[in-house]
């Protein structure tokens, strides 16, 4: 079937044309198993969407199942969008976003796992946030440093999605202790913890302003300081220094909470490292 796809655009009636919705029935079960290639639904969902003009430049469907370059694929995945901010159907839908929470926890190549989940961050899709966690969980199956990389981007996107229930992991992440053994690995995990303080500036739940105050609070790194300071003046629209005690009478007083209560200890994230 997909050997014709040059000749498809001639073969097209005009009564075909009017109707691209029979055509996404069929390319729907032969698109899902292939883990990937569904920049075609953006394409369709399109306005100004011609199955000429479709045809006639690189499809992501047939990238995705012909290809194995790195690059190629992740251009691919990078280009999926989420065919319900556009107007696509719930069929669309359910196969973007299967392709693209499959890609990111099972694609072979790490380019291509950091492309998927770029692109999970720009959806709304309750979905994301599963598969950009099992993204994270998933990234022990290359060597430390992709591995950092996947998990450090996996952070970036659940904090792209503004949604709460992202919050869990990231604050569990921030919270994490400094990772022991050489030094390569310390900065591995430092990098990861820091990528999910930035990410927690999008959420100004209680559990994300305890996370970022309990760095305040225990951490030497400079760096991861001054990253959950800044979250922490976005997330609770203050403008303090950073001083821990400040920041905890102000954030005790809006949560009448104690925000020094002990949260119970927490399995480590980062058994590789």
Not at 48 to 72: A, E, I, Y
Not at 167 to 195: C, M, N, S
Not at 234 to 258: C, F, I, M, S, T
Request: charged share 25%.
């Amino acid at each position: 079937m997909l050997s014709k796809r040059t000749a498809a655009p001639e073969a097209l009636t005009d009564r075909k044309r009017q109707r691209p919705g029979l055509w996404l029935a069929l390319l729907l079960p032969a698109c899902l198993p292939l883990g990937g290639c569904a920049g075609f639904w953006d394409d369709v969902t399109s306005r100004d969407f011609s199955f000429n003009t479709f045809f006639n430049k690189p499809n992501p469907l047939l990238v995705l199942h012909d290809s194995t370059d790195g690059d190629q694929r992740a251009r691919a995945l990078r280009a999926l969008h989420e065919p319900k901010q556009y107007g696509g159907s719930e069929q669309e839908q359910e196969a973007v976003v299967k392709i693209l929470v499959s890609a990111a926890s099972t694609e072979h190549q790490p380019l291509c796992r950091l492309a998927a989940i770029q692109a999970l961050g720009h959806f709304k899709d309750p979905r994301a946030v599963d598969g950009l966690t099992s993204a994270f969980y998933n990234a022990g199956n290359f060597l430390p440093e992709p591995a950092a990389m996947i998990r450090a981007q996996a952070v970036t996107a659940l904090g792209e999605t503004k949604n709460p229930a992202a919050v869990e992991l990231l604050a569990r992440v921030v919270r994490e202790p400094p990772a022991e053994g050489p030094d390569a690995d310390k900065q591995l995990t430092l990098d990861v913890r820091i990528a999910a303080a930035r990410a927690l500036a999008n959420f100004s739940q209680y559990q994300a302003t305890e996370a970022l105050l309990h760095v305040l609070q225990t951490e030497r790194d400079v760096a991861l300081r001054d990253c959950a300071h800044k979250s922490l003046q976005v997330a609770a629209g203050k403008d303090l220094p950073p001083d821990a005690k400040q920041w905890e009478a102000v954030l005790r007083q809006g949560n009448g909470q104690d925000l020094a209560a002990d949260q119970g200890k927490k399995p480590k994230l980062f058994g590789i490292f």
